[in-house]
T-cell receptor
Framework: RKEVEQDPGPFNVPEGATVAFNCTYS??????FFWYRQDCRKEPKLLMS???SGNEDGRFTAQLNRASQYISLLIRDSKLSDSATYLC??????????FGKGTMLLVSP | NAGVTQTPKFRILKIGQSMTLQCTQD?????MYWYRQDPGMGLKLIYY???????DKGEVPNGYNVSRSTTEDFPLRLELAAPSQTSVYFC????????????FGPGTRLTVT
């Protein structure tokens, strides 16, 4: 069974801190990788795709290490509004995605 | 566009009852999905569809049925509700091949007692 593993946290950080999450995946044939964000009692929403060369979107940086089969998400200058659960997501073939259980982030004043 | 809509938002069922969770998308997406999410757990795929008339089982299909008669609608049917089906159910859609982003509905919170 193909799996996506994440540290559930919670990660407790003060505002302004830098925090990083990692995720490992078991299917070496996976081609597409994503980070989704899920607020409490809400639906998941796409945060960013993860490209082989790494990519940045404002305060968020995602990186992929295919050799070690892990994906990372770095958040700089954390805001209170970043408090959420971050889901690591990997494609399985053309049709379906596999979601990790998520890493909870709590940003405090 | 409304995106992906789900009804009802909440429902309490007695053991053995049946119900249909509705899901509609107005983005003309080919692919649609049903997931369940238990507290503290990840999303688990129940069923999915790659187009009208085509459905396939996901990781946890037992106790559920689906149909896809139109592009827009993808209802999920629970025939004999059991306490193990207490969960939050999310419907999602995706444009198709080449685009992996899934758009989720707001979810249906189901309790079976």
């Amino acid at each position: 069974r193909k799996e996506v593993e994440q540290d559930p946290g919670p990660f407790n950080v003060p505002e302004g801190a830098t925090v990083a999450f990692n995720c490992t995946y078991s299917n070496s044939a996976s081609q597409s990788f994503f980070w989704y964000r899920q607020d409490c009692r809400k639906e998941p929403k796409l945060l960013m795709s993860v490209y082989s060369s790494g990519n940045e979107d404002g305060r968020f940086t995602a990186q992929l290490n295919r050799a070690s089969q892990y994906i990372s998400l770095l958040i700089r200058d954390s805001k209170l509004s970043d408090s959420a659960t971050y889901l690591c997501v990997v494609n399985e073939g053309y049709s379906t995605l596999t979601f990790g259980k998520g890493t909870m982030l709590l940003v405090s004043p | 566009n409304a995106g992906v809509t789900q009804t009802p938002k909440f429902r309490i069922l007695k053991i053995g009852q049946s119900m249909t969770l509705q899901c509609t998308q107005d983005m003309n997406h080919n692919y649609m999905y049903w997931y369940r999410q238990d507290p503290g757990m990840g999303l688990k795929l129940i069923y999915y569809s790659v187009g009208a008339g085509i459905t396939d089982k996901g990781e946890v299909p037992n106790g559920y049925n689906v149909s896809r008669s139109t592009t827009e609608d993808f209802p999920l049917r629970l025939e004999l509700a059991a306490p193990s089906q207490t969960s939050v159910y999310f419907c999602a859609s995706r444009e198709g091949v080449g685009s992996y982003e899934q758009y989720f509905g707001p979810g249906t919170r189901l309790t079976v007692t």
